[in-house]
Each structure stands twice: as structure tokens, then as C-alpha cells.
């Protein structure tokens, strides 16, 4: 056997998939370096040295430990104070700022009440001199608190008068696990419902309740005292007991804690995605049964009586519509049968991992049938596409066609990873060639996602995709990826990584064993299996057709959706 070349990337990655058990949010960087190990591979290759195919065999071990790590710890949940997420949905001003002051970010509320915007200075003349030298200070010493404990509590000038407001400071870790300073509207209306929950949770005695509502209302505890008809010196101990109590060491944390508490029960529930899913008044929400127990759940838009489309899901909106989506439902008469794929939302995993593709499609074909569904045209989005190609496979004249939606090919040519955006295509190669990695990486993303950080990991990874960038910050698709990633992974990661390991298998075998008509629609501007790599699978298979949509990117559905529809209608009437 020929001597190989070695790459020397590999320390990195170790280190890193350590990292991701207890930083996450280093996600980003984990798949850079890999992508740097695959770049040396393809120098190496390109100046004729002999370099193994699979550049991670050494370290694989290694991925498998650290994914073991991650598994012991529960999942977070939006605890990430600088998360875009988390600084959008606060319905008061809040900024993010860096060790010089400079902001990074902030919300509607901030640029309106303080033209706060990104990369300015907050200045001086914003603050009383006492509070911006206090400002000063805990900057040159940010690195040295405890993220989300509060730090101190500043005053604002308001834009249009001389009047202050509080701020508090805490320290907040970006989504690069940069150390920030998050200034936050400290709420100080005593609330008697809010007050009653407070002391509920906390355990608060009436007399520590009282107390606390004098901190936060800002009366002196002299003023208590005498109401109370109590030294000032009682008065002190019972504050000190209190703030022992909540494991707090200062009047600043307990007046935080209130406000944050405040704002957290009036936030409560919006994170209640799989609720809204399910209630949508327009979604037909169902479970099928199939005769030997397993379970798809799946829901249908659209008219009732419509033609029928089986829709298999991509792996970031899954079965989420779109309000441009339904509106092309209602008025092209279509019927859109939505089943979860298997791990997702609650549909079961197939009983074999081996024949899970051909099972999965088997029970389609039973739902179908319950459903009274003869002919019936497949989509599948994405990662769909496997699952759309074995079903027509094994439905054959009873599928009218195949449209695939930006969807996966099979990797029959190492060309393709280099024609891929380098944020998507190190998670292909690892399916192609490592699948074992897979647990890891997966299970890093949706620790970062589950954090806080969805947006940002999104930013991530399309970073070279402008229109899909500017469609996620529609406030609409948000609320959809958000809602469609948590269904996804409500039952942890399995569903995914049987998934991706499927995409790097050799699955051509499907479009020779289906004739029938498929048609491949991608946005022109795509990063991942973008035109040319779908016209490259094309010319094998004389039943295949591309079509590169102008003006749209990986969520081509989304992006020019009555196109998109136009074309689905195309196929299905010719």
C-alpha cells in the first residue's frame, strides 16, 4: 500500500469537539475546522499526493466521547442573554455593547427611545457623569464577572428630556463566546399578581415580600422602619437574611432579579411553538396508526377535497406553511399531505436503520391508502428528496412525479463538495465519508440553537447567502424556522442523524429504478446542491429536469413561491 500524506489539522479538531461539551456555541468554529482539514485535502490531491479518503478515521473516537459528554448534560433553553432572540423579544430598550462601548446590537425599543445603532459609541453625554464613570470601569473589568449575574445598575438619560431611567449591566456570552455588556431596562412597577407568583417561587416570607417591594420601589428602608414601627438596625438584618436568602449580595441584584422576573412571566409562552403549530386553525392536525403500530404524525393544508401532494419535510422549517404557501394551496386547489419523517415531532423511527428509507415509504403508502388517495404528486424539500424518490419508487404508476425542492443528490462526484457553500458542505462530506462525526456535530448545533443562538447559527450558515439571510429576518419565517426546529428535535437528534448518514450513502440506485418524470427546482443563487450540481446528476438520467429559479436561494418555495407552484402544476397536468 502507497505511504499517504499526512494532514495536520487533526489536534484542532479534537480540542474542538471537546469544546462543544461544554461551549457550544463554538459550533461554528468546529465545522470551520473542518472544512480546513477538507481544504487540505483537496491541495494535497490537486499536487497529486496520495491522502486517505476518510481525513477523520484517527479521530473518531475522539467525536464519540465528546457527544457522550454532551448527552449527560440536559438541553438548554433560551438561556443566552445576547441571543438575537432574546434581545428582540424584550419589549423595552436593551443593548448589547463590547469592551469599548461600541454596540453590537439592539432592539426596535432602542433605536426608537435612544438611537442606539450597531457599531456606534454609546457616548458620555448619554449618561449622569457618576454612572458613566461606573460604565467605564465594570468595561475594563468585563472578562473578570459572571456571565448573567447583574454587575451594577446605571442611569439613561431619555432621548427628549433631562429625566434618567435604571439600566442594569450583566454580562452576557455572544454567540462566538465573546464577553459582552448587556444593558437592560430595569422594570420597577410593583405589580400585586407578579408580586404574589414572586413570593410563591422564592418562598418569601410576607415581611421579605414587604422589603423587597420597598427595594424596588425605591423607599428608603428608613421610611420602612417607621412604618413598620421597627428600628432601622431590624430593618437591615431582615434585608441581609432576605438577600442570603436568594443567594444575592447586594439591593442592585434584587431589584434585577425582581425586574427580570417581571419580564420573564410576561414573556411566558412565547416560546410555545409546537402549541401554535398544532392549534393553527387552518392545519388539520391527525396521527395515523399504521397495522403494526407505528405512529406518523402529519397534518394537511389546504382544501380538503383538493389533488392530493405528499410533502416530505426539509431539516429547517419541516411541515411549517407559510402564509404566500396557502394562499397558493387555496387558489391551485391543492391538497397538502404533510407526514413527519422519521424521529421528528412524533413520529416513530422505522424498527430497522438498515431498511428505514423502504419502510418509511411502505407506511406512506399505507397512509395514503387510508386516505383514499390514488394518484398523487410527491415533493420532497431538501433532505425530503431521498424519501420522495423511494416512495415513488415504490408507488411507481400511482406517482405522478417527483418535485424536488433545493434538494440533496447522492455525492457520485467528489467535485460536488467543492461546487458546495463551505458552511453546508463539511456536514455532507462527514455523511459521505465519516458518518460516525455525524452524533457530534448535530448534537452541537442544537445545543447552540437550543440556547439561544438560532438566529445566529442561521447567520452562520448562510453566510454566503444573501437572499436567504434577508427572507429570515422576515419576522413570519422566523417564527417558522423557530417552530419547525422545534418539532424537529423534540425527540432529540436520532431523526437527524439517521437522515444526514442517509445523504451520504449511494442512493442513485432510486432514479434509476423510478422512470417517471422528476423535476429538480433550485434557487440560481443557491449555496448548497446548487445548478450546476444538479445539472451534473441530470445528464445520467434522461427522466430528470432542472430548473434555477432567478432571485432565490436555498428556500426557493418561499422566495418565489407562485413560481415555484407554477411549475409543480407544470408537471402535474403535462
Known amino acids: 500500500m502507497s505511504k499517504t500524506d499526512s494532514l495536520t489539522y487533526q489536534p484542532e479538531l479534537i480540542r474542538l469537539a471537546y469544546a462543544m461539551a461544554v461551549e457550544p456555541y463554538k459550533h461554528h468554529m468546529l465545522t470551520d475546522a ?67 462601548g461600541k454596540v453590537v446590537l439592539t432592539n426596535r425599543a ?109 423607599q428608603s428602608l428608613r421610611d420602612l422602619a417607621k412604618e413598620r414601627g421597627r428600628s432601622l438596625g431590624t430593618l437591615r438584618n431582615q434585608l441581609k437574611n432576605l438577600l442570603a436568602k436568594l443567594g444575592l449580595s447586594s439591593q442592585t441584584e434584587l431589584t434585577c432579579l425582581y425586574s427580570g422576573y417581571v419580564q420573564l412571566t410576561k414573556n411566558d409562552g412565547h416560546d410555545l411553538y409546537e402549541h401554535h403549530f398544532r392549534s393553527t386553525p387552518w392545519r388539520r392536525q391527525k396521527m395515523f396508526v399504521a397495522k403494526d403500530g407505528y405512529e406518523i404524525d402529519y397534518s394537511e393544508v389546504g382544501p380538503s377535497s383538493g389533488r392530493p401532494i405528499l410533502f416530505l419535510h426539509p431539516m429547517i422549517l419541516g411541515t411549517s406553511v407559510s402564509e404566500s404557501i396557502r394562499q397558493e394551496l387555496i387558489k391551485r386547489d391543492i391538497r397538502l399531505i404533510m407526514p413527519w419523517r422519521p424521529g421528528f415531532a412524533k413520529t416513530s423511527l422505522t424498527p430497522s436503520k438498515s431498511q428505514a428509507l423502504l419502510q418509511f415509504a411502505t407506511y406512506c403508502k399505507e397512509l395514503l391508502d387510508t386516505l383514499n388517495v390514488g394518484q398523487v404528486q410527491i415533493v420532497g424539500e431538501n433532505t425530503g428528496m431521498i424519501a420522495a424518490m423511494q416512495t415513488a419508487k415504490l408507488l411507481q404508476d400511482r406517482a405522478v412525479g417527483v418535485v424536488g425542492l433545493s434538494p440533496v443528490v447522492p455525492l457520485i462526484n467528489n467535485s460536488y463538495f467543492k461546487l458546495m457553500a463551505i458552511q453546508q458542505r463539511s456536514l455532507y462530506y462527514i455523511a459521505r465519508h465519516v458518518p460516525k462525526l455525524l452524533p457530534l456535530v448535530i448534537r452541537a448545533t442544537v445545543a447552540k440553537v437550543d440556547s439561544g443562538f438560532d438566529e445566529e447559527w442561521l447567520t452562520s450558515h448562510f453566510a454566503e447567502s444573501p437572499l436567504d439571510l434577508a427572507l429570515m429576518k422576515n419576522c413570519q419565517m422566523k417564527a417558522l424556522a423557530r417552530q419547525g426546529f422545534t418539532l424537529l428535535y423534540m425527540n432529540g437528534i436520532e431523526g437527524s442523524v439517521r437522515d444526514f448518514t442517509q445523504t451520504g450513502k449511494k442512493w442513485q440506485t432510486l432514479f434509476s429504478d423510478y422512470t417517471g418524470p422528476v423535476h429538480m427546482i433550485t434557487g440560481k443563487e443557491t449555496g448548497q446542491f446548487n445548478p450546476a450540481i444538479l445539472n451534473d446528476l441530470a445528464e445520467r438520467y434522461e427522466n430528470i429536469k432542472v430548473t434555477s429559479v432567478e432571485q432565490a436561494a436555498y428556500f426557493v418555495a418561499h422566495q418565489q413561491t407562485a413560481c415555484v407552484f407554477e411549475l409543480i402544476d407544470e408537471q402535474f397536468y403535462k
Open 110 to 218: 432602542g433605536i426608537d427611545e435612544y438611537g442606539w445603532q450597531k457599531d456606534i459609541s454609546l457616548c458620555k453625554d448619554q449618561f449622569p457623569s457618576i454612572s458613566y464613570s461606573q460604565f467605564e470601569q465594570c468595561l475594563k473589568r468585563l472578562t473578570h464577572f459572571d456571565p448573567d449575574r447583574a454587575i451594577c445598575v446605571l442611569r439613561i438619560y431619555d432621548m427628549q428630556s433631562d429625566k434618567t431611567s435604571p439600566y442594569v449591566m450583566t454580562k452576557a456570552l455572544g454567540s462566538d463566546g465573546e464577553a459582552l455588556a448587556r444593558l437592560s431596562s430595569v422594570n420597577l412597577s410593583w405589580l400585586p399578581d407578579v408580586a404574589f407568583h414572586f413570593q410563591e417561587n422564592f418562598g418569601l416570607t410576607p415581611i421579605e415580600l414587604r422589603i423587597t417591594q420597598a427595594v424596588v420601589t425605591s
Open 34 to 100: 473542518i472544512d480546513q482539514q477538507m481544504q487540505q485535502y483537496y491541495d494535497h490531491v490537486s499536487q497529486g499526493k496520495k491522502v486517505a479518503e476518510n481525513l477523520f478515521s484517527d479521530i473518531e473516537v475522539h467525536f464519540q466521547n465528546a457527544v457522550s459528554m454532551l448527552e449527560t448534560q440536559c438541553r438548554l433553553s433560551d438561556t443566552r442573554l445576547a441571543s438575537i432572540k432574546c434581545i428582540e423579544k424584550d419589549p423595552k430598550p436593551v443593548v448589547l455593547v463590547n469592551d469599548m
